[in-house]
């Protein structure tokens, strides 16, 4: 017999998961089994994916559903990793819990350069691993660098196409293939979730239309701070009314303050809107099927992609500009969906909006040049030790485009230290770093930045 472990953290990742199988994406195998897993920070109090409103129209696809944080058990799924010594006996655990056997496994995961996905994949180490990409960060590089005896072990990256004709950079030093999810399949399955679904107020009110709001925690990973982040959302609400949008849907992420709701909904009252807050758990591609808006409004939201290249609803970015700066250190995984929104879609302050972003091979925009040699050139100057072999393609696309648009998604102090187009020249440089080792001249751009930030 054969078995495939599928491990998913949230249901978008079970839903890509679900679409997946149905495409047959996966070869047939004897049995499927679901690990749920809950990374939130205090998992005792949130809710597993697999008794979330809409998973049970997934369940029928796996032969068993198990849990990965009773498995684990006291430890916490995003902090805990087996030591080499124990992992024989954890596997042994694990196949003796979810009656495995001795039969051979196959792994489908997501997020492997960290647990619990790396924690599986050290466990079965004889086990091939496909990797399912979350969103949008499947674009960027690996994030770290991967033990070459689990990197070298996944065959392929499975991907929904949410910028056509790009290619993920996600684990291609190990020569992983990329597959392309089909989108008919994926968008099947959140029509199964949608139907039946019992109507909300937002929809029994106004069935279509309005502004659509997706709100995102990014204080939560110290990006923004929180005053930041609800100014953030209040221009959300401001560009959506300016848009001529009075009905407004605001999606919050799940574990934001309830108080950002408050002043969204006194922000919309004042310039003679109404906000409604949708506040149970729904995947945003639902919402797009169930309320039909006629706008999709968020920072860097894998929703804009979805809601743009599936379902052909107008999208707008607000707030990149912000994050491009803010994001640190330069590597953070976060940078190349930024880059993407704001590289490809319209900005709502601008008062621009469109259906789907610019196609891969389309010009960027008024930067002249194409999106995979930024895309390259980014992920080149995030991990130029793990993607070397990008940098032909970066110094070739810094070398024909870099203006004042395409300045915007680098730092000049990284183009410097790589020797890229753009950076201070080689005399120019050693002056800095001569500077730099003084500690008068480190305590003075160490006030500076600390003011910068407040």
């Known amino acids: 017999m054969s078995t495939r472990v599928l491990c998913a953290s949230t249901l978008y990742g079970a839903v890509t998961l679900a679409a997946a199988l149905d495409s047959g994406c996966f070869a047939a195998a004897d049995r499927t089994v679901l690990v749920v897993c809950t990374t939130a920070a205090i998992p005792e109090t949130a809710v597993p994916l697999d008794r979330m409103p809409g998973f049970e129209r997934l369940r029928d696809r796996f032969d068993r559903v ?125 029509a199964s979730l949608a139907e039946g679904r019992p109507e909300s107020a937002a929809e029994a009110a106004e069935p279509g239309g309005g502004a659509l709001l997706l709100g995102q925690y990014l204080s939560a990973l110290a990006i923004l701070t929180p005053d930041e982040e609800e100014e953030l959302h209040l221009s959300m609400v401001r560009g959506a009314v300016a848009e001529g949008h009075t009905r407004l849907l605001f999606k919050p992420h799940p574990v934001a303050p309830a108080s950002w709701t408050h002043a969204l909904e006194q922000e919309a009252a004042a310039l003679g809107a109404e906000l409604t807050v949708i506040d149970r758990p729904e995947l945003a591609e639902v919402l797009l099927l169930r309320l039909r808006p006629a706008l999709v409004v968020a920072c860097f939201s894998t ?107 680098f730092k000049r102090r990284r183009l410097t230290a790589l020797g890229l187009p753009g950076g201070l020249p080689a005399p120019r440089r050693a002056v800095v770093r001569r500077l730099a080792r003084r500690p008068a001249v480190r305590r003075v751009a160490l006030r500076v930045r600390r003011a910068a930030g407040r």
């Open 303 to 409: 929703g804009l992609f979805t809601a743009a290249h599936f379902y052909g609803v107008p999208v707008a970015r607000v707030g990149t500009g912000l994050l491009l700066e803010r994001l640190t250190p330069y590597e953070n995984s976060n940078r190349v969906p930024v880059t993407l929104a704001d590289a490809l879609l319209p900005d709502l302050a601008a008062g621009g909006r469109s259906g789907p972003p610019y196609a891969a091979g389309d010009p960027l925009g008024p930067a002249g040049g194409n999106l995979p040699g930024l895309v390259a050139a980014v992920g080149y100057a995030m991990q130029p030790k793990i993607r070397p072999d990008l940098r032909t393609a970066a110094e070739r696309f810094l070398g024909a485009h870099l203006d004042e648009t395409v300045r915007r998604y």
């Open 66 to 190: 198990v849990s990965w944080n009773e498995a684990i058990a006291p430890f916490h799924p995003s902090g805990w990793s087996p030591r080499a010594d124990d992992a024989p006996l954890w596997e042994r655990y694990l196949r003796m819990l979810w009656e495995l056997g001795d039969e051979p496994v196959e792994l489908a995961l997501e997020s492997l350069q960290v647990p619990p996905a790396l924690s599986l994949a050290r466990l079965f180490p004889d086990a091939p691993i496909d990797v399912y990409a979350d969103g949008l960060m499947s674009y960027g590089p690996t994030r770290s660098k991967l033990d070459p005896l689990v990197g070298e072990r996944v065959r392929r990256l499975l991907h929904l196409d949410l910028v056509p004709g790009l290619r993920p950079l996600l684990l291609a030093e190990f020569s992983t293939v990329p597959e392309v999810i089909p989108t008919a399949a994926f968008t099947a399955v959140v």
